[in-house]
Nanobody, 117 residues
Framework: VQLQASGGGLVQPGGFLRLSCAASGSIFRLNDMAWHRQAPGKQRELVALINSGGNTNYADSVKGRFTISRDNAKRTVYLEMNSLKPEDTAVYYC????????????WGQGTLVTVSS
């Protein structure tokens, strides 16, 4: 199972970006799908998670600004980021758990989001 993330880039404060992460391979079931981020000099942190039932969980710092969603048919998880702040600058990683021949827990390659004027 592999993940391919896309959508990062440079955006001004207050702007919008949409990240996507598509899973490929022989997947029987997708369970939790999540986005994490790691800012320079900081530990990786959970940004948002969506489970197989569509329930979501967000870090306090992004509540009301970010929205996580998933399209199971496309095996893709999205992160819509509104009202971006300089402190949102980080490398964003997608993480997907599920079942192939065996259970899996895989990470995407990371996509850089830079919020700056």
């Amino acid at each position: 199972v592999q993940l391919q993330a896309s959508g990062g880039g440079l955006v001004q404060p207050g702007g919008f970006l949409r990240l996507s992460c598509a899973a490929s391979g022989s997947i029987f079931r997708l369970n939790d799908m999540a986005w994490h981020r790691q800012a320079p000099g900081k530990q990786r942190e959970l940004v948002a998670l969506i489970n197989s039932g569509g329930n979501t969980n967000y870090a306090d710092s992004v509540k009301g600004r970010f929205t996580i969603s998933r399209d199971n048919a496309k095996r893709t998880v999205y992160l819509e980021m509104n009202s971006l702040k300089p402190e949102d600058t980080a490398v964003y990683y997608c993480n997907v758990k599920g079942l192939a021949i065996v259970p899996f827990n895989v990470w995407g390659q990371g996509t850089l989001v830079t919020v700056s004027s």
